[in-house]
Structures are given as structure tokens and as C-alpha cells.
């Protein structure tokens, strides 16, 4: 989350969507790979250029 810059919530509601995937847990906390920060970045400019998540999923 510090180093997304994204809640955990969204982060939640993304892994839900189907956007981004956990590889495990460290305690209470998902762990995700380096390249979600990519991914979660990807996401941030979709929705900025107005495309909804449902679009975004499909790339």
C-alpha cells in the first residue's frame, strides 16, 4: 500500500475486479508481486482517460 499509493480497500475491490492478484499472504497482509505497482499504475491512467474498470480488466 505505501509504496502503491493505492488503500488497501481499493487494493481489495482491484483483487475482486480481477485486476491484480495476491502470490500469498505474510500474516494478515497479501503479498504481491513488483509488477502490480506497474499494473496498479496502468489502472490509475485508465480510469484517469475515463475508461471504466470492466474495460481496464480487458487488457
Do not use: N, T
Not at 500469498?24 to 509488477?35: A, E, H, N
Amino acid at each position: 500500500m505505501k509504496r502503491s499509493g493505492v488503500s488497501a480497500s481499493a487494493l481489495r475491490f482491484y483483487e475482486e475486479k480481477g485486476l491484480i492478484r495476491p502470490v500469498g499472504r505474510r500474516g494478515i497482509r497479501r503479498q504481491f508481486r513488483s509488477s502490480v505497482l506497474e499494473r496498479l499504475a496502468l489502472i490509475a491512467l485508465g480510469r484517469s482517460a475515463g475508461f471504466s474498470l470492466g474495460e481496464i480488466a480487458k487488457c
